[in-house]
């Protein structure tokens, strides 16, 4: 996915806000969720973020493009974390990295679910 960094989008000191990566991460993770996952799963099982470890390494200014790319980590029990790197075209390292925990609910009865083969087959695991 990539994004570009609008006026918005950027902080006092003249790059983009700290925030902003948050909802990057957020959007790809979503989308990597509904472009893989079954509409039945999708309207079964919704997941939150329960943390999230950020590292920030080079700056994006307003106008510049973003690449962000995510991948799936460790899963155990209802939490399976998931890697998101954001960097300019090009970029020899990141700008940002971040890490989240997520926990699977199911969506009827908003209780966590342990992440099995049903979550995991769809995304080649």
Not at 37 to 47: E, F, M, N, R
Not at 102 to 109: K, V
Request: aromatic content about 10%.
């Amino acid at each position: 996915m990539t994004r570009t960094a609008q006026e918005s989008d950027i902080d006092e000191l003249g790059h983009v806000n700290n925030a902003v990566y948050l909802v990057w991460a957020q959007d790809i993770a979503v989308a990597h969720w509904r472009t893989i996952a079954s509409d039945a799963l999708v309207s079964k099982y919704v997941w939150i973020a329960l943390r999230h470890e950020i590292d920030y390494r080079d700056e994006i200014k307003a106008g510049e493009t973003a690449e962000i790319r995510t991948w799936l980590g460790a899963a155990s029990g209802p939490r399976y974390e998931r890697h998101i790197d954001i960097r300019k075209p090009g970029a020899p390292r990141f700008a940002a990295k971040v890490l989240t925990t997520w926990c699977l609910i199911d969506a009827e009865s908003r209780k966590p679910k342990r992440v099995g083969p049903e979550i995991l087959e769809p995304f080649g695991f």
